[in-house]
């Protein structure tokens, strides 16, 4: 390195002000600090901030109904009428088919009359304990045929229950004669005309009847896909 002296005058006097000048190596230390500038890593500031998000995937999907209804018959016999539109819309207890119902009509009356022979049978039988009561009581008959009396008196009333039940049931079996939507829907093709014979045993397929609002859809995504997102 070389250093120059350099003299100033000035009215106040003299002063001497060293000045050094740098003559060697100014390169290589000019060329790092510019180095070093340029290598110096923009900053900037990101604000973060929660939001949602829509994910969009497309996956394959199938649609199927909330309900489905097979309608079969619940007692047997000839169908003489199909009172529906293959294809519409039916709703909840509308007539879809009907039965001959002559055969329920007679098994219906034929329970009704065994009812009233069963009560004509416990009228007298509750006489007859009535009267063999009264006999005890006073000592002109014995304890057996009173029990006799009393317990022809309590199977009289058991085979009116019994009667009572049968008319029931025929009731009921004329009224499944009338074939009803059990669900709200779009019914299916016919599949029995009329004139066919149906089975409550077989449980003759009749229709289907397809609940179409509100409906179902099915989708198929790997487990693992959520998670790759």
């Known amino acids: 390195m070389l250093y120059r002296l350099r003299t100033i005058r000035t009215r106040r006097g003299r002063a001497l ?3 050094a000048v740098l003559l060697a190596g100014t390169g290589p230390a000019t060329t790092a600090f510019a180095g070093d500038a340029a290598a110096a ?5 990101v604000t973060v901030e929660p939001r949602p998000v ?3 995937k497309e996956l394959p999907g199938r649609v199927r109904p909330m309900r489905i209804a097979e309608v079969r018959p619940r007692v047997s016999g000839i169908i003489v009428e199909r009172a529906f539109q293959q294809g519409s819309v ?3 207890g509308e007539v879809l088919y009907r039965i001959d119902p002559l055969p329920l009509e007679v098994e219906l009356e034929s329970a009704k009359a065994a009812l009233a022979r069963a009560e004509a049978s416990l009228f007298q039988a509750s006489r007859q304990e009535d009267r063999l009561r009264t006999l005890l009581s006073g000592q002109t008959t014995t304890q057996a045929q009173y029990d006799r009396a009393l317990s022809a008196e309590r199977q009289a009333e058991a085979e009116v229950a019994s009667q009572k039940a049968a008319v029931k049931r025929a009731q009921i079996n004329l009224g499944y004669a009338t074939i009803r939507a059990p669900i709200t829907g779009r019914i299916g093709r016919a599949l029995v005309t009329e004139g066919a014979l149906v089975d409550q045993n077989e449980a003759t397929h009749l229709a289907t009847i397809q609940q179409l609002d509100p409906i179902d859809a099915d989708f198929t995504q790997s487990v693992r896909e959520p998670i790759a997102w």
Do not use: D, Y
């Open 17 to 19: 002000v060293f000045a």
């Open 41 to 45: 890593p923009e900053v900037g500031i």
């Open 54 to 56: 829509t994910l969009i």
């Open 90 to 92: 039916v709703k909840k």
